[in-house]
């Protein structure tokens, strides 16, 4: 309906979409056409939400860095290459807020388990630099590790986060306490 009224176009059945799917999908086409690495953003984002961490720049690119695949010289140019795409399509496609449907476009789903304990190191390197802007996230992100039955290093990480931020009081600590006895 926005379209239709930016485009200054009357509603009608030749003009009217019944779903925004196939919209996003074609979207996501675009923007991966123009941008390769807009992949690895999208997976970024998708990963960064399963695991309930707010989507700040800081934490999307080095997450779509982390993801990279290939030999060492073509993860070099794509790092480069992930900036371009990223600075798109957070003015263009809003990524830090992704709307219904816009990150399911893609057509698949990032296996959490897999990037577990690479972004567990991520997350407390950035955690060390930008204590305040992720203090929200800290919490969901070890929850998830729990969720996802990634016990080790869900201990590893509060382990780290009762050391870094002693005074602070971090609920849910015991279930973790209790798989370390």
């Known amino acids: ?9 009357p509603l009608n ?6 779903s925004l799917g196939k919209t996003w999908e074609k979207r996501y086409q675009e923007a991966v056409k123009r941008y390769p690495a807009a992949k690895y ?7 960064l939400r399963q695991f309930d961490i707010s989507l700040e720049r800081l934490i999307i690119e ?14 070099l140019w794509c790092r480069f290459k992930i ?23 893609k057509g698949y789903r990032v296996e959490a388990g897999e990037y577990a304990s690479s972004l567990t190191k ?7 630099k930008f204590p305040q802007k992720l203090e929200n996230s800290q919490m ?23 050391k870094s931020f002693p005074h602070r009081n971090l609920p849910g600590m015991a279930r973790v ?3 370390r006895v």
Do not use: H
Not at 2 to 7: A, S
Not at 13 to 18: A, D, G, K, Q, V
Not at 62 to 75: D, F, S, V
């Open 1 to 9: 309906m926005r379209r239709l009224k930016t485009d200054n176009v």
């Open 83 to 105: 900036s371009s795409a990223l600075n798109y399509l957070v003015e263009i496609e809003r990524i830090k807020n992704p709307r219904d449907g816009q990150i399911k476009a």
């Open 140 to 162: 969901s992100f070890g929850r998830y590790l729990l969720k996802i039955k990634c016990y080790e290093e869900a201990l590893n990480y509060f382990t780290i986060l009762i």
């Open 177 to 179: 306490m209790r798989y």
């Open 41 to 47: 953003v999208y997976d970024a984002v998708d990963l």
């Open 13 to 18: 059945p030749n003009t009217y979409r019944p």
């Open 62 to 75: 080095p997450t779509a860095n982390l993801m990279l695949k290939g030999n060492i010289w073509q993860r």
């Open 122 to 128: 991520l997350f407390l390197r950035l955690t060390d």
